[in-house]
């Protein structure tokens, strides 16, 4: 195998790595705030129940624990990209 086609071998497999682990992500982050989106519109009740006798909703620690979960999935991304995509993208060159 010559190194041109290893090069692109490896281009495709970046490539694809790439868009499979940026889409996912992606699309789990939207499915998430499109649900809370949708309980607010269609049943909002369900956010408005308070917890532990204190001032803190539903809502709050759902729409909170969502925002905590998009910068640890933004830090897992950032740490794949490091780790293995930079490797992978240093073979194309």
Known sequence: M??????RISYHRFIFLNKLISFSFSTLILILYF???LI?????????????DSY???GIVAGLSIILFSILIT????IIANKYLDKLRGKIK
């Open 75 to 78: 830090f897992v991304y950032t």
């Open 56 to 58: 803190l909703t539903l």
């Open 2 to 7: 010559n190194k041109k086609h290893s090069s």
């Open 35 to 37: 649900s809370f989106i």
């Open 40 to 52: 607010i519109g269609f049943a909002p009740d369900l956010f408005g129940v308070f917890l532990f």
